[in-house]
């Protein structure tokens, strides 16, 4: 009894010295934690990555193990384990080097698509706001008014307007506007100073459970960095009057765990047209953050925009061909307009020991807005013509708190997270008016105060078998909206309020380390606008969106990557906002339905080409044939480049852009016309501090309108109204130059 008792012992003892868990963390040459390492056992191939803190714990390690930490960006480093390190944590270094497309292994990253963007970005960096949504996949913009409203986006067969079907959040901040003055699901990025980014996330499609409200046609996320490797001064002249300024400053350096960090951006332009866009836009950003002795991390951002700009606005195709204006001239040259953000986001991430890590962000914003523009000209009102004025006065309150928890369910590895948050939009004197040389009102249209809420509740569970991967997912989301009309001639409050549940179930399959199977499915909604929604109830509050996708992640080559996707989505409602009416146009079930291919190839150590098509089929199911048409819903769209890194001091590119032609209205009787358009960059690092740059737009010089529409307008000289497109003129060739310093 007593030997049986010692051999059990022993054996027990024996397991705790030969299996124990190897933990520590990962950093970068900054000391800086590094995220989703890939750390991989080589002799019992067991696997881990590291989370936000860089932290790992790899079980039933022994002596003699053979392990591997590997991310792309980052030079691969294995190492044996002695019995040293077994016993303590370890604090693992890895070095910084050029992302090749040789390193990306399949099986080895928890999200292939996002690591493509991650490289993406690493090779052709951005360095304006007008390209931070260009580095989704597939997503186009355009700009209508000036540079200082919203762009418009275009994806997967979607004229999105500035936001209706594409979530977009920083940091876990809401950008989308609610009841927005001017459109619903307003989006401004101009607040987001572009070299302050460090990862962009994007899905598409409406099969993700943290994401609600507008992720129709899909999403996208920013993250801002925690710390600055160098400061930077950063100076750029341009034609037209074009300068830009960028500071960016280390204010902590990391030393005991904190680090802190302020950017500063200023930008002016007269633009290309003939009337001078006058425009200037300032931004201010500043991040702390601290990483706590509980294995936590707390982060506070606070940052200010402002901008304000004229518009030569949109111009009918008769007056140009007539001779009247040039393409770059104006029909009205008092449209513009002034916006302003503020915004304060507190973070705190955790992991426990229970392995659960638990993220939360609660934010507040406090956001202006003020546009003035005049589409139709004189066709309501011929003796003053037809402006407008939208403004508003919101403040944002909210909180997002996720946790995630894995573990396993009969040997087989899952991973739980479950999350909720709410978003209060407070919006005081909403307002639409018609006014005369942007400081007369000569009749108020609508004038109001907005407050809208929604709360949300979700829970994801991923459930790893080995090649298949498959992640059920329920989002429940509440909303309430309110409105007091104060051109009511009696106060009144009009409110309703709505309760949506969508599921989600994606499933991965990994048929080899060099192939992917995947099909996402899932329901998503956009909401409507809240004076539509207390005011007339035969419309939809909250549209679904039903979708489903088809498709494969394949890397034939170690330089060569593919990924192909079949999708379809139905939609209940389109809405169509008339800015100078003040209402939503709801036209009924729709049905898109494509194929998206991406290519990226690595040609070289330092000669990198991508590539990414979308061919879409959009049509309304409550038109008759050739009536059915989507107005500016886009069938074709191709956007790559070829990038340079790192050759002997030399980086840079060339981007391109196309756009197919497209039905501007219901039967296609009006046409969009399509365009081509090719962009460039160079830069030479004279020294290790010193980089001086040139990028040139449209090096082709070809003559492209950028934004169109359908409109029926008036000239003043006219009797009769015409329907025909309306366009803003595309960039010509331009150069800028610009020099970087760093310290």
Do not use: C
Not at 61 to 76: A, N, P, S, W
Not at 331 to 338: A, P
Not at 558 to 573: F, G, I, Q
Not at 709 to 719: D, G, P, V, W
Request: avoid cysteine.
């Amino acid at each position: 009894m007593y030997k049986t008792k010692y051999l059990v012992v022993f054996l027990l003892s024996s397991v705790s010295i030969f299996a124990q868990n190897f933990s520590g963390r990962v950093l970068n040459e900054n000391k800086l934690p590094i995220e989703n390492v890939y750390v991989y056992n080589l002799s019992s191939y067991s696997h881990t990555h590291t989370d936000i803190h860089g932290a790992f714990s790899l079980e039933n390690t022994t002596v003699g193990d053979r392990i591997e930490f590997g991310i792309l960006g980052y030079q691969k480093r294995v190492i044996t384990i002695t019995r040293q390190q077994l016993d303590s944590k370890q604090t693992i270094e890895l070095e910084n080097k050029v992302f090749v497309l040789d390193e990306l292994e399949l099986n080895k990253q928890i999200d292939p698509i996002q690591t493509i963007v991650k490289m993406d970005l690493a090779k052709n960096p951005v360095n304006s706001s007008q390209q931070i949504l260009q580095k989704v996949p597939g997503l186009f913009i355009g700009q209508h008014a000036g540079g200082g409203k919203a762009e418009q986006i275009f994806l997967r067969g979607f004229d999105i307007d500035h936001g209706t079907d594409l979530s977009l959040t920083v940091d876990g901040m809401p950008v989308n506007m609610v009841s927005h003055a001017h459109g619903q699901g307003y989006s401004d990025l101009h607040f987001l100073i572009p070299e302050t980014i460090q990862k962009i996330s994007f899905g598409k499609g409406p099969y993700y459970a943290s994401k609600g409200d507008f992720n129709t046609a899909g999403y996208v996320d920013f993250k801002t960095k925690t710390a600055l490797t160098q400061n930077a001064i950063n100076v750029g002249f341009g034609q037209f009057n074009t300068f830009r300024t960028l500071g960016l400053f280390k204010l902590l350096d990391g030393s005991n765990s904190e680090n802190a960090f302020a950017a500063i951006e200023y930008l002016a332009t007269d633009g290309f047209v003939e009337s001078p866009q006058n425009f200037n836009r300032i931004n201010l950003f500043t991040k702390y953050t601290s990483y706590l002795k509980d294995n936590s991390r707390l982060s506070i951002t606070a940052s200010h925009f402002t901008s304000r700009w004229d518009a030569s606005g949109q111009i009918p195709e008769r007056a140009v061909n007539a001779g009247n204006i040039t393409r770059f001239g104006t029909i009205d040259d008092t449209e513009g307009g002034e916006t302003s953000r503020s915004n304060i986001n507190l973070q705190h991430n955790a992991t426990l020991a229970n392995d659960t890590e638990i993220q939360t962000n609660i934010f507040y914003t406090n956001y202006q807005f003020l546009l003035f523009s005049n589409f139709t000209f004189f066709l309501d009102d011929p003796i003053n013509g037809d402006q407008i004025k939208q403004a508003e006065n919101r403040d944002i309150f909210g909180f997002n708190t996720q946790f995630t928890k894995s573990g396993a369910w009969q040997n087989a590895p899952v991973s739980l997270t479950a999350g909720t948050g709410l978003r209060t939009d407070i919006v005081k004197n909403n307002e639409l008016s018609h006014t005369l040389n942007r400081k007369q009102v000569l009749n108020p249209i609508q004038l109001g105060d907005i407050n809208q809420t929604n709360y949300y509740a979700f829970v994801n569970t991923q459930i790893d078998l080995g090649k298949f991967t498959i992640s059920p997912a329920l989002r429940l989301d509440y909303m309430k909206f309110l409105y007091n009309d104060a051109l009511a001639a009696l106060y009144s409050s009009k409110a309703k309020s709505q309760v949506i549940v969508n599921p989600k179930l994606n499933i991965t399959y990994r048929a080899n380390e060099h192939l992917q199977w995947f099909v996402k499915s899932g329901i998503g909604f956009h909401s409507n606008d809240t004076r539509v929604v207390v005011n007339q109830t035969q419309n939809k509050t909250l549209p679904r969106a039903y979708g489903v996708d088809f498709g494969t992640i394949w890397k034939p080559t170690p330089r060569l990557l593919l990924n192909t996707a079949l999708w379809y989505l139905l939609s209940e409602e389109e809405f169509v906002y008339v800015g100078d009416a003040g209402i939503v146009e709801p036209s009924g079930e729709s049905q898109r339905y494509g194929l998206d291919l991406s290519l990226r190839y690595q040609l070289t150590d330092w000669l990198y080409f991508d590539s990414d098509a979308t061919f879409t089929k959009a049509r309304s199911l409550e038109s008759v044939s050739g009536q059915d048409y989507i107005p500016l819903a886009p069938d074709l769209t191709v956007t790559g480049g070829l990038s340079l890194t790192n050759y002997h001091n030399f980086s840079g590119g060339i981007r391109y852009r196309y756009l197919g032609d497209r039905a501007a209205n219901e039967d296609n009787s009006i046409i969009a016309k399509g365009y081509f358009v090719s962009d460039a960059n160079i830069n030479y690092q004279l020294n290790k501090s010193l980089n001086i740059g040139l990028s040139i737009e449209n090096i082709f010089d070809t003559v492209w309108n950028e934004t169109q529409f359908a409109t029926e307008s008036r000239l003043q000289n006219e009797i009769n109204s015409v329907e025909e497109i309306h366009f803003t003129p595309g960039t010509p060739f331009s150069a800028k130059v610009a020099i970087n310093y760093t310290f």
